[in-house]
């Protein structure tokens, strides 16, 4: 540590010719940047070494995206520098909180699946298992929100400006992609080849972060890939004179990496998705087969010592590429090369909304990726012929991967990998029963469950270090290493004393929110008051109108009917994807809401609302600590798992929830007490689907809804009224926010009882915090390891 210290000088004086004591604080934040980086690189050697010499086998984990977070806290935490930096830096005069806030968040994921992926690649490496992640650079992440006037504005997240010191650039290995040109068949005396012509090639350059563990010796590297032109500019169109379309080609080649799509939902239909899937599947897997190749000088072994994990289908090309790199540049045959793709995949579904499972038109995709097209399209001849073997040719239509001139990616996957994986008991039945019921009955044992799990050093230990400290001195158990030791605080659950320091570190934790809610908002909430959060993306199926509604309905009621509720605020927190129109006019709602309510004195001593914007993993952190209710209302059935859902529990919020995803297993694990469960059942949900949702009938049936909506209606402040929304909830509305609305108003109620009994409230808290480790990654990532990778950790 010591050295870290002398580090940080040497590098002030070198690269700024300061003195620690003339630095500026941004000085002190890249020369920490730049050096806690070395110091993983150097770590990373040796335990890249360690590995090479085991030969032992590797997962990689091929996703779209990494909502990785904040770094350098993190890095530090893990490193077990924290504390003394901290020190150093005060002798100094500088906060090291402060220095950590001008780290922005490195937004390159949506939200659930891509949060998912970097608190895997935490778990994992904390547990000394060989993972290396493979991601695209993005130079915009998801857009920074910010709301005006209640409406949601994007701006770019130029989040490499800062960030970029956390990475590393490898010169040395980039890799070409092709896309476009033709494939010409040639048959000669040793078979067939394949060459393919006129195409467009694309540099992909790779930059590293790395990844720590917790008190481990493992560094494992999550590799980003960025689109270059080759060779700066076309010479060829240089030379002819033609400057601009030069440089209009490079261009387009480095728009691959610029952005995210900022939707969570899929945007089916564009070639900037497709050319951003295959640049970096091709780039990964062009790298793992030559590190493969390097190492063990054939590829025959390729499925005893690789696993490509898919998360979700955005990296499915995957499979088509790996056949292509072992036929065309491998010369293996097509059953050699498809038995061993076969045994290297493995593919976790995150969603079963239709509107989300990836299809390309076949129109689109050839003509981009023609290689690619023909081996999909062989892929579904042999499985297309296989059933018609096997007496499934009636399921084809559900299950051919080419269907009415559209490749349907999912099916891709699940005939190309050994297992495919649900993210919740729930999801998975679903999938087994209904979204890929014939795929079950002719793979049997292929389709498992792996219920999520979160990073609790992440979300625990560094976003609530208050409660993390009075555990660790309460129950002497090392739960940071190790989550399912927290059940030893059950033994606490009847102890007034404890009950009553978890209530006050609850406030401590309230009352930080309250101060950033102050500053970002200029709203004052009360602490005392129910602090009820729901932050997530926003969607209808996840219902934030639900909410709304109640809200809604308590504000008539308070105003009009004398009601006087237990002071409460409801904490909201949501981007919407830029296109999502319904979404945004949802958030419209939501603060006008929050507006209307500020201003009417009488109401506003009993409800607010706040709507937190730019929600990030940052402010994640900020909000969860302090939540008292942890709302989780999705339509049943829609929800894969969630896992905002346990980062709340584990703080200590209790849930309001649908049986839906995995609050279905948190039900389980705390208990019908200790849990507020409302609202109709999955099959329940399917049933009134069929029989035909008549929205409307809610509305003349029930006295509160009708009034409910038609107040709805009077909400017009200014050019705004929510006629559209109202419209739609006693119409259309396929996620049946009516159906739920009685039981849910019931139940918030229940919910509102509960609080003011401070005892019965406290010890459902306690319970939640102590039933939260089976929802830790570490466990979830150990099923993987078990059920489906069979990797060992690093020796
Ligand atoms: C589920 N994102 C959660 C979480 O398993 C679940 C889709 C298309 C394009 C880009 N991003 C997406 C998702 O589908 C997604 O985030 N799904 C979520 O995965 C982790 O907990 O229920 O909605």
Redesign the pocket.
């Known amino acids: 540590m010591d050295n870290f210290a002398t580090d940080i000088k040497k590098y002030l004086e070198k690269i700024f010719g300061n003195t620690i004591d003339e630095a500026s604080e941004r000085q002190i934040y890249q020369a920490l940047m730049v050096i806690t980086r070395d110091r993983l690189a150097e770590k990373r050697f040796e335990s890249n070494k360690k590995l090479k010499e085991s030969q032992q086998k590797r997962v990689y984990y091929m996703s ?2 990494f909502l990785v977070g904040k770094t350098l806290r993190n890095n530090l935490y893990n490193l077990g520098y924290e504390d003394e930096i901290k020190h150093f830096l005060a002798k100094h005069g500088f906060s090291l909180e402060r220095i950590y806030n001008i780290e922005p968040d490195p937004g390159l ?8 992926a970097s608190c895997y690649m935490d778990a994992l490496t904390s547990n000394d298992y060989p993972i290396m992640g493979f991601s695209i650079l993005y130079e915009f992440g998801i857009f920074k929100q910010v709301i005006s006037d209640g409406w949601q504005q994007e701006y770019p997240d130029n989040w490499l400006d800062l960030g970029r010191y956390g990475l590393l650039y490898r010169n040395d290995e980039e890799i070409e992609v092709k896309f476009y040109g033709n494939t010409k068949e040639e048959w000669s005396s040793e078979g067939l080849h394949i060459r393919y012509e006129d195409y467009t090639a694309i540099k992909a350059e790779p930059y590293d972060l790395f990844i720590s563990g917790y008190d481990s010796d493992t560094v494992n590297v999550l590799r980003l890939w960025k689109s270059k032109a080759t060779g700066g500019f076309n010479m060829k169109l240089f030379e002819k004179g033609e400057y601009s379309k030069s440089l209009e080609s490079e261009a387009i080649a480095e728009s691959i990496s610029k952005l995210l ?1 900022p ?5 089916n239909g564009k070639a900037l998705r497709i050319k951003q899937q295959y640049f970096f599947t091709s780039a990964s897997l062009q790298q793992i087969v030559k590190n493969h190749y390097d190492t063990y000088m054939t590829l025959d072994n390729f499925a005893e010592k690789v696993v490509i994990h898919i998360n ?1 289908t ?1 990296p499915s090309m995957c499979i088509p590429e790996l056949m292509r790199i072992l036929m065309d540049e491998y010369e293996y045959s097509w059953d050699k090369a498809w038995s061993i793709t076969t045994k290297t995949f493995a593919y ?1 579904n ?2 079963i909304m239709a509107e ?1 499972l ?1 299809k390309w038109s076949v129109d689109l995709f050839q003509p981009i990726l023609p290689r690619i097209y023909t081996i999909i399209r062989e892929i579904n001849n042999r499985f297309c012929k296989w059933c018609n073997d096997i007496g499934a040719a009636g399921e084809l239509d559900e299950m051919s991967i080419i269907h009415n001139n559209v490749i349907r990616m999912a099916n891709l996957c699940i005939v190309s990998s050994y297992s495919v994986n649900g ?2 008991m729930l ?1 998975t039945e679903i999938l087994k029963k209904d979204t890929f019921k014939s795929f079950n009955r002719i793979y049997p044992g292929k389709f498992i469950n792996v219920t ?1 799990g979160i990073a609790h050093r992440r979300w625990l230990g560094q976003a609530n270090p208050e409660l993390t400290r009075y555990l660790n001195k309460l129950l002497g158990v090392d739960f940071i290493k190790d989550l399912s030791s927290i059940d030893k605080l059950l033994e606490y659950q009847d102890d007034k004393a404890v009950l009553e320091d978890l209530e006050n570190i609850k406030n401590i934790k309230k009352l930080q929110l309250a101060e950033y809610i102050k500053s970002s908002t200029a709203i004052k909430v009360d602490t005392n008051s129910i602090f009820d959060v729901q932050i997530k ?1 926003l969607h209808e199926y996840k219902r934030q109108l639900l909410n709304a509604l109640h809200i809604i309905y308590l504000y008539r009621m308070i105003k009009f009917n004398g009601l006087k509720p237990y002071p409460r605020t409801f904490i909201f927190s949501a981007k919407a994807s830029s296109g999502y129109v319904m979404a945004k006019n949802i958030i419209k709602l939501i603060c006008s809401i929050s507006e209307i309510i500020e201003a009417d004195p009488i109401v506003r001593e009993y409800i607010k609302v706040v709507f937190l914007e730019d929600y990030r993993v940052s402010l994640a952190e900020k909000i969860i600590p302090a939540a008292n209710v942890s709302e989780q209302i999705s339509q049943a059935g829609k ?5 905002g859902n346990m980062k709340l529990m584990l703080n200590g919020a209790v849930t309001l929830g649908t049986m839906d ?2 609050n279905v297993e948190i039900h389980n694990a705390v208990g019908q007490d200790n849990i507020f469960i409302f609202g109709l059942s999955s099959e329940e949900v399917e049933e009134l689907f069929k029989n035909d949702y008549r929205a409307i009938d809610y509305y003349n049936n029930n006295q509160d809804i009708k009034e409910t909506i038609d107040f709805m209606r009077t909400l017009d402040n200014g050019h705004t009224n929510f006629n559209y929304i109202a419209d739609y909830l006693v119409s259309t509305d396929p996620y049946m926010c009516l159906a739920d609305f009685e039981s849910y108003k019931n139940t918030q109620k229940i919910v509102e009882d509960t609080y003011q009994d401070k005892g019965k409230w406290n010890k459902m808290s306690l319970v939640n915090i102590a039933k939260s480790g089976i929802f830790s990654a570490d466990r979830a990532t150990k099923e993987y390891v078990e059920k489906i990778w069979k990797i060992e950790k690093i020796k």
């Open positions: 779209m995206e994921g949506n939200g659930g699946l891509g949060r998912l799509y939707a969570d939902d899929n945007d979700d955005h976790t995150h969603t989300a990836e993210v919740s999801h999520n993306r929800e894969a798992s969630g896992t995803g995995a």
